[in-house]
Each structure stands twice: as structure tokens, then as C-alpha cells.
């Protein structure tokens, strides 16, 4: 059939005519910007966001109620550590050393700015004023996550708040539960501390303080002899070229990525983030995500002690039923990477290429251990509308969206057959003292889940 002309022009004038602002906004956005997302590629460093997710809906499946919930979160957004933030200040002085009388280069807002961090007490702790300031964050996560859970609580008994001793950790814990057990909303909590200390052995949230066989950094500097870090070096050099005297490295560029991320979540920009293109990020999550592969995930066998233990322990209360049903732990991102590691979530992606970035990875820090990340284990219990029985499932949301276990997806809303999921946490089965190498009489397996009530561990943070 023939098409005249002018019915090709008035079709490509209605088309153009349907951004106009007089119609309904697309109800399906034909762009796909959130890719240029920065805070993705921040690694651990960055603010919290979203797992970009495969599109399942996050409400539970109707015919199924949760009837047991496990969380493991890391703490908030927070200012730097001590020692990132000397390399921070130095960085920072040396380039506005080089900032001169010449404003006119990407780095010209150097001239009159300030080091982000002025109070060097700061350090370590979580932030709490501006955009992305951590204890709001945990705050709010507690409050929307108790509208979610609001009927495993029992209000008749005090629900234990499970958190590693670090005063952020604790912090967020403390932050979260306000949100969680606050206002108009009822029932007690308990702080229940497992200090990060040796003599907890595998009964913590931090089993490898007391592994002495565990040297992830080690295990990447090994491997990592030799990385290409080509792909850096070509921003250092397009900002050398717009800057001439400042001298950057590659190394510096992963340095302005992690500078460019703190001082988002401290002030809630970063001139520095402005500085950089998307292709620097690209490159340092790709870095970032290399160092954690060998060092907290599948790249290192020690990763998977550590990560079963954890992952054991819930395998276990999910085939119980005790008079708590939710377990909401705060630890560390390194503890969360392991602990996905050890449940064996990662086994079918192939190691991570020092030279090439793999760009289909599902090994993305910044996707899995943003600052706030968090996992939630959800069991459900599903019925069978034709044939009215009532089976078992189990279903992970990962930095609130949900996450399909690999190979494991097929119950209601993808969620996993809870006997296939407990084959799955058994693939890793290890002894950790013995693979840790500690004679020491410390625990070997996790109890604090059973035992908290009996009033053993403190309910305050580590000293500092
Ligand atoms: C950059 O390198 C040049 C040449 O080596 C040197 O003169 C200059 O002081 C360096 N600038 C900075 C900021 O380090
Ligand atoms: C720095 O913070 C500490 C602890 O919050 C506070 O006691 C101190 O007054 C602060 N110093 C300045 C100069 O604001
Ligand atoms: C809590 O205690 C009250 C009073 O003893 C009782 O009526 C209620 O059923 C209990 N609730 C639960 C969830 O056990
Ligand atoms: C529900 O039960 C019917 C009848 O036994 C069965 O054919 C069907 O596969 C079941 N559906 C699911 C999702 O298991
Ligand atoms: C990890 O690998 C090292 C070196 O190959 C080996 O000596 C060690 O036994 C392994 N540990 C575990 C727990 O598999
Ligand atoms: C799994 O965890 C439970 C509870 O901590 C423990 O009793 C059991 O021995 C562990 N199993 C293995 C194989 O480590």
C-alpha cells in the first residue's frame, strides 16, 4: 500500500504534538536517565538508594502473608572515617595549592571553598542535618518498615534489636528503632550489642574480627597486582588537559569519587561530583566492585566462612517457629557482601575481569551496600486458591526491591520454595573455627538470636 506524503507528515506532527504540556504526561517514561544515577557507582561510599530491581512489585503476593522477617542493615550516611578523611584534606589542600589566579578551569570553585569536614569529631559518626543525613534516614526506613511488619509485632513482648558495636552502628540501630517503636506506634525494644570483639568468635555480627585466617585486603592486592586502571586514567587525563598544573592521577580520580560521595552525604552536594563525567563513575564502581569481589565476596574463599555462618543461622530460624518472629540486625557492609556471598547468591557469575569491565555484573556494591543498605528475608506462607494447601516460601528484598534468588523464582511473586532455599544456604557448609584457624574457646555458631532474652550481652556501644 501506498503512503502518501502527507499522511506521513501529519502522523509525525501528532507525534510531536504529544509532548506538548496541554496533554496527560506519558504514563511510561521513554527515557532511561536513572542510569546517570552517580550515587550507583559510590560503592559503599554513597547515599542510600534504591536497587534498581527487575520490575516485581514489592507488595506481598495476595494469596500469601509474611509470617516471619529477618533484616540485616548497615548503618546510615555518615561523615568519613579518620583516616579517609586525612587523605580527604590533603587531597583537597594539594589541589587547592595548584588553584592559583586561574579560576577559569573545573577546579575554580576551589578558590574560596572549605574542607567539608569541620569538626574532626565528626569523623566516624553518622550525619544528622542535611539531605542525606544518616539518622533521618534510619529514622524514617523504621517507620515505613513497621507499617509493613506491624502484625509481627507482639506487643505484649519486648522485640530485640540486634546491632554490632560500633557507636554509628548502634546509632542507626537506636535511630531506626525511634521510627520503628515511636509516636503513635506501640510496643518495647531492647538494643541487644554484640561487641566487635574476638571473644565473640561466630556469635556476631562481625564474625570476622575473630577470624584469624580471614585477610580479605590481602587476598586483593594478590590478585589485583597489575589492574588496569586505563579507564581512570582517561578522565585524569581530560581534566589534566582542561586543568593544567593540577597533575591528577588515576588513583586520584577514585579518590575525588569517594570525596565527591562524602561530602554529598555531609553537605548534600559535592562541587566535586560536577566535576567528574559518568564515565569516571563508571569506571570507579567497576574498581570499587573488583576490590570487593576479592577481598568480601566470591573472590575469596574465606568470604564464604564467614557469609554461611550468618546465613546458617537464618536457614535455621526460618525452619522454626518461635515466639519471636522478626530479627532486625545492624552491622557492616562488608558483614552484608559476605553474608549474600556465603548463601551462595553470587555462584553462578563468573569472576570479575581486572583488565575488562564486566558492565553485566551482578555484583554491584553500590546496589547492595549503599550507606543504609539493607536485606530483608521475608518467609511467607502461601495458599493455593484451587486447591486450598498452604506451602512455604521465601523472598529477599534488597535496598527495598525485591531480588530473586537465583535459579529460584518460581512461587508466588517469584519467591523461592523455602526447602529449595534452605538446599541453597547448605551449599556452603563450613566449619568456621576450623576454616578460621582459632583454637581459642570461642562460639562457633550464632546464638544470639535464641538466647538474647537470657540478658548476656550489653545493651550499649563499644567503647569507640
Ligand atoms: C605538577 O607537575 C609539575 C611538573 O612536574 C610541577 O612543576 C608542579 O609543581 C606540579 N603541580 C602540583 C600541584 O603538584
Ligand atoms: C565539635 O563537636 C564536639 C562534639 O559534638 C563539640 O563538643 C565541640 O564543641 C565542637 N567544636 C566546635 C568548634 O564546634
Ligand atoms: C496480649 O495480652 C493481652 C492481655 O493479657 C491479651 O488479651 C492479648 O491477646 C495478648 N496479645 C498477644 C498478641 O498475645
Ligand atoms: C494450585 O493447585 C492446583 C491444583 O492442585 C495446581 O494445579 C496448581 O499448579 C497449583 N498452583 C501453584 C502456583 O502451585
Ligand atoms: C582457601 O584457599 C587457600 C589457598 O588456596 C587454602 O589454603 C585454604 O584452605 C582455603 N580455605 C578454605 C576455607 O577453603
Ligand atoms: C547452623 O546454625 C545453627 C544455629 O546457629 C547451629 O546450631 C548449627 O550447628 C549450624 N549448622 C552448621 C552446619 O554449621
Known sequence: ML???????????????STSALLAPKPFTQQANDQFNA?????????????????????????CTIDQAHMFMRHGERFPSASSGETFEAFFKRLQAATTEQYNNPFGFLHDAEYFVTNSSDYEHETY???????????????????RYNHLVDTNRTTPIFSAGQKRVV???????????????????????????????ANSLTNTVACTNFDGDDNYEKVLKGENYQYAQYEADRLNQLAPGYNLTASDIFTMVDYCAFETNVKGFSKFCDVLSPDAFVATGYHIDLRNWYSQGPGYNMSYVSGFT???????????????SLYLSFTHDDDIVRYLTGLGIFDDEPDLDKHEINFKRAFKI??????GGRLLTERLSCTNATSGETDTFVRLLLNDQVFPVPNCAD???????????????????VDYKEACGIQDDVPNYVSFFWDWTEDKYPTVADAE
Not at 310 to 323: G, K, M, S
Not at 411 to 429: I, N, Q, R
Open 171 to 201: 546509632d542507626s540501630a537506636t535511630a531506626f528503632s525511634q521510627g520503628f517503636f515511636g509516636n503513635g506506634y506501640s510496643g518495647d525494644y531492647q538494643l541487644v550489642v554484640l561487641p566487635e570483639d574476638e571473644s565473640q568468635g
Open 39 to 63: 550515587l550507583r557507582y559510590m560503592g559503599a561510599s554513597g547515599a542510600f538508594h534504591e536497587n534498581s530491581g527487575v520490575g516485581i512489585s514489592k507488595d506481598t503476593p495476595p494469596q
Open 129 to 147: 542535618y542535611n539531605a542525606y543525613a544518616g539518622l533521618a534516614d534510619c529514622f524514617s526506613f523504621g517507620s515505613d518498615l513497621r507499617q
Open 310 to 324: 550468618l546465613a546458617n543461622a537464618t536457614a535455621t530460624l526460618l525452619q522454626q517457629d518461635n515466639e519471636d
Open 411 to 429: 512461587g508466588p511473586g517469584f519467591s523461592c520454595p523455602l526447602d529449595d532455599y534452605l538446599e541453597l544456604a547448605k551449599t556452603h557448609t
Open 3 to 17: 503512503v502518501s506524503l502527507s499522511t506521513l507528515t501529519s502522523v509525525c506532527l501528532v507525534l510531536t504534538s
Open 366 to 371: 553500590g546496589e547492595i551496600v549503599p550507606l
